[in-house]
């Protein structure tokens, strides 16, 4: 299994930019994505391709990629922006989640 | 509407089983990879299997390797997890998810839920 590795909990201020770190061995020579899960919700993909936005996203949204740390990071954050949010990649044909991070808007 | 809705999901025994369904729509199946993601209670994304188009390759995750089978029916658009000898730690919400060509799983159905306990 490919292991990736989330802080369990960030903390941001309305307006403020958030950023949430994933780490793995050689993650940036592979693809990111990342996923927010809302409660009672299932995953929505954020980004994909280490950077790019699927259709719907906000552009506050954004993502980068380099060694062995896939950063997410929000722009003037929202209070709708709270929830859980997983960074995943594909390794030899099995598929590694990071354990998840809650974002806290207050 | 591109839509996948899983069903399936209950309460078993340890070392029983159970088939999990996932019924596509609004887009051509036979076209995409399909995978499984589970969720244990209050835990975070867990990757189970991925079925690619065109093809019977498949692959698992090590907890699940020898004891699930994932399969689908062009016919049917329809996905499917047969899950064999089933533990307690199998327990969980399971999630029928497309691929998209960049590897991202794009679309997410809304899950049926297992639980295994005596």
């Known amino acids: 299994s490919y292991e990736l590795t989330q802080p369990p909990s960030v903390s941001v201020s309305p307006g403020q930019t958030a950023s949430i770190t994933c780490s793995g061995d050689?993650?940036?020579?592979?693809?990111a994505c990342w996923y927010q899960q809302k409660p009672g919700q299932s995953p929505v993909l954020v980004i994909y391709?280490?950077?790019k936005r699927p259709s719907g996203i906000p552009e506050r949204f954004s993502g980068s990629n380099s060694g062995n740390t896939a950063t997410l990071t929000i722009s003037g954050t929202q209070s709708m922006d709270e929830a859980d949010y997983y960074c995943?990649?594909?390794?030899?044909?099995?598929?590694?989640f990071g354990g998840g991070t809650k974002l806290t808007v207050l | 509407e591109v839509q996948l809705l899983e069903s399936g999901g209950g309460l078993v025994q340890p070392g029983g089983s159970l088939r999990l369904s996932c019924a596509a729509s609004g887009f051509t199946f036979s076209s995409y990879a399909m995978s499984w993601v589970r969720q244990a209670p209050g835990k975070g994304l867990q990757w189970v299997s991925v079925s690619y188009s065109g093809t019977t390759t498949t692959y698992f995750a090590d907890s699940v390797k020898g004891r699930f089978i994932i399969s689908r029916d062009p016919s049917k658009n329809t996905l499917f997890l047969q899950m064999n000898n089933l533990r307690a730690e199998d327990t969980a919400l399971y999630y029928c998810?497309?691929?998209?060509?960049?590897?991202?799983?794009?679309?997410w159905g809304q899950g049926t839920k297992v639980t295994v306990s005596s």
């Open positions: 050689k993650l940036g020579d592979k693809y």
């Open positions: 998810v497309r691929e998209e060509a960049s590897r991202a799983f794009d679309i």
């Open positions: 391709q280490d950077k």
């Open positions: 995943q990649a594909w390794d030899n044909n099995v598929v590694g």
